[in-house]
Every structure is written in structure tokens, then in C-alpha cells.
């Protein structure tokens, strides 16, 4: 990690990408300035005190500086790097309860039984309900869902913990679209949480990476639908974003689209743009729906804010990130924002707007023959 750190020659160019930087305008808030306080950590030279946590822990990990680095500098892992001693700056009861919801996406199983929980306070508080999309049935039950005539290949579908009781909507629809293709998916009940919560806080993930890659292992391909998710396993499995896997699938002379006469404004997660370099894919298949405009959202290269649990930890940061982003949103007047991770989605509709996943928007327009 110190070579990796000393890779960095100051140059700056990855400045003008980075959000915090953009809006505070310091040096130690910017990707270099980071990284030189990392390698001071690293080094011994600079004590991981307070101001020291409080630079990085404001960093959106959103990787756009990593994107525009000459010399491709890991920023990513130098952050991780440090996670777990910042994690241990937090407050005992920070630290519990963290933990405790820690244990609990570990454990999606136990996570589905608050899936009648979820209906309920989606009554009680409105700023849920405005959050998460419109209500659908839970994901069906079954581990293996044959394709809609002949079979052309087996896809592996992972749920996410909690995308599982919060998006079933988006899910369904990768389902229906792939069998619709041809292909039978196979869901491994077995399969966990990706670990990137626990990543973000520093804690060890292997149980949860052994899990899912002895889950999904056999498979010709396994898909993830919230890009953030997809990113983090990626490092570990060979999974897909589901709209890039579908850009490319075999099957399309098998389906056929209604018509949709609107305008479709595409915003690009960091996860699916600089972690997974797929964002190309939401725009090809939503052409494919007939009538579409299918527009890019304005300031795509900058984070949301929504981050994982960033919006929480760091709200005055998140917030002027996503007034930023919905000023965007009122410049390119669609009728829909298409998104392909959870958390972006949860964002942008917690300030009213009508959001949806690429691949649900494609679903609903499929005809069935
Ligand atoms: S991280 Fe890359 S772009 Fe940024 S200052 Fe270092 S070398 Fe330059
Ligand atoms: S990951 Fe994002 S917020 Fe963090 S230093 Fe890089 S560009 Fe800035």
C-alpha cells in the first residue's frame, strides 16, 4: 500500500473530478490530499487522529478520481486500507449498533421476515415510503426458473439483502426478461450480502465473499441488479451488471417491445461507471424499447451523494451533492430516471422523483407472445 501510495506524483489532474473537493476546496479533502495523508498514515509519519478520519471519512469512495488518474493510481485500495482503524473512532453505541445491522444483512433470510415490517412502516412514515419504489409482490419463491422456451443458457440472479425486500419490483423484472430470452435462472437461496457495508466499515467480508462464490459456483454467468452491489462482488466473483450481461445475451429475436413515447433520462451510479466501466449498457437497452428518448442525466461523472450509508454519515455533504443532481433532473424534463443502483434510486426519490431501474423499464414494455 506504501509503493501503491507512492505511485501518486502529485500531478492533480484528478482534482476537478472529485465532488468533495469541488465543494469544499481543500487539499486534504481531494483525492491527492488523501492519498498524502494515507501514506503519512501508512508510514507512521501522521497520527490517524480525529482530523485525520475526518478527511477521509468524507470521501464518497465514488472512485471518479480513480477514472481520470494517469498513472491509475488505486485510490480504492488505499481507502480500504485505512477503514478499519477509522471504523474504530466511532463511539461504542455507534459501534453496536453497526454491528447489529451488520449481522442482520448477513443474514437475508432474516432480513425477508421484515419484509411485512417494511409494508407497515412504509404506511407510517412517508419519507420511506417516497424513498423505495411503487409496492410489488415479494420475489417467488424456487431456486430455478426455467426459460421461456428452448433453453439458450443458465443464469445465476443474486437478490442483494436488503434489495430483496426493497426492490422485488426490479428483480422480478430481470427475471421475467431473461427467461423471456431464453434463459433459466437459477437462484441460490444460499447466497448472502455482498459485504460492501462491511467493507466500508473495515470488517472482515470473507465468510460472506466464501458463501456466494460457493453459491453461484457452476454457472455460466450470475447477474447483479444494483450496480454498487455487482462492484464489490465483482472483485471477488465473476458476476455482471444485468444490463450489460442483457446488451449482450443471445434471444432478442425471441421478444418484442411495446412502444413508449417519452423521455428517459439515464443517471450513471459511480459504482456502474468507475468501478465497473458499464455505463454504455442502460443506454443500449433502453433504445431497444420503440418511441423511447433515452438522454443522459446532466453531471453524470458526479456522485449523487447517496454513497451506501454516506447519506446518513454525512447528510449536509449528500444533500448539496443531490440539490446538485436535481437541478439536472429539472433541466432534462423526463417523465422517468432510469438508475441502476438501489441507493442512487432511493435518493433521488426521496426529493419526488419517479425513478426506475433500466432493466424494469424494459419489463414493463415487454409483450408477452
Ligand atoms: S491520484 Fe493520480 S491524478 Fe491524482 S494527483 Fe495522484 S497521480 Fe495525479
Ligand atoms: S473517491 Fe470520490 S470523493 Fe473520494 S477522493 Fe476520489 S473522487 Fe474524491
Not at 219 to 230: E, H, I, K, N, R
Not at 256 to 273: M, N, T, Y
Request: charged share 20%.
Amino acid at each position: 500500500m506504501e509503493r501503491e501510495a507512492d505511485r501518486c506524483v502529485s500531478c492533480g489532474l484528478c482534482l476537478p473530478a472529485c465532488p468533495t473537493y469541488q465543494k469544499i476546496g481543500s487539499e486534504a479533502d481531494s483525492p491527492r490530499g488523501r492519498i498524502a495523508l494515507i501514506r503519512g498514515a501508512l508510514k507512521g509519519e501522521i497520527p490517524m487522529n480525529e482530523r485525520f478520519v475526518h478527511h477521509i471519512d468524507l470521501c464518497l469512495a465514488c472512485r471518479a478520481c480513480e477514472s481520470v488518474c494517469p498513472n491509475r493510481v488505486g485510490y480504492y485500495s488505499l481507502l480500504k486500507s485505512v477503514r478499519k482503524p477509522i471504523a474504530m473512532h466511532s463511539g461504542f453505541l455507534a459501534r453496536r449498533s453497526r454491528s447489529v445491522l451488520l449481522s442482520l444483512l448477513a443474514h437475508p433470510s432474516m432480513l425477508e421476515r421484515f419484509g411485512g415490517a417494511l409494508g407497515a412502516a412504509r404506511k407510517i412514515v412517508p419519507k420511506l415510503d417516497a424513498m423505495l419504489p411503487e409496492k410489488s409482490a415479494s420475489f417467488p419463491e424456487g431456486e430455478c426458473f426455467p426459460a421461456k422456451g428452448k433453453e439458450i443458457g443458465r443464469v445465476g440472479l443474486f437478490l442483494g439483502c436488503v434489495a430483496r425486500i426493497s426492490d422485488s419490483q426490479t428483480l422480478q423484472a430481470a427475471l421475467r426478461m431473461l427467461n423471456a430470452l431464453g434463459y433459466t435462472v437459477i437462484v441460490p437461496r444460499r447466497q448472502t450480502c455482498c459485504g460492501a457495508l462491511h467493507a466500508r466499515y473495515g470488517e472482515d467480508q470473507s465468510a460472506l465473499i466464501e458463501k456466494n462464490v460457493s453459491a453461484f459456483s457452476g454457472l455460466d454467468a450470475v447477474v447483479g441488479t444494483s450496480s454498487a452491489c455487482t462492484a464489490e462482488l465483482g472483485e471477488f466473483l465473476p458476476i455482471r451488471d444485468i444490463s450489460s450481461f442483457l446488451v449482450e445475451a443471445r434471444g432478442w429475436e425471441n421478444v418484442e417491445f411495446s412502444p413508449l413515447e417519452q423521455k428517459i433520462a439515464v443517471h450513471d451510479p459511480c459504482s456502474l461507471r468507475n468501478a465497473l466501466k458499464a455505463q454504455d449498457a442502460p443506454y443500449a437497452l433502453l433504445r431497444k424499447i420503440p418511441g423511447a428518448e433515452v438522454a443522459p442525466l446532466g453531471g453524470n461523472s458526479q456522485c449523487c451523494g447517496s454513497a451506501g450509508s454516506y447519506f446518513l454519515s454525512h447528510p449536509e455533504m449528500a444533500n448539496a451533492l443531490l440539490d446538485d443532481k436535481m437541478e439536472k433532473v429539472a433541466a432534462v424534463a423526463a417523465s422517468v430516471v432510469a438508475t441502476s443502483n438501489v441507493g442512487c434510486a432511493m435518493s433521488l426519490r426521496s426529493r419526488g422523483v419517479k425513478v426506475m431501474h433500466p432493466v424494469a423499464i424494459l419489463a414493463r414494455q415487454l409483450k408477452e407472445r
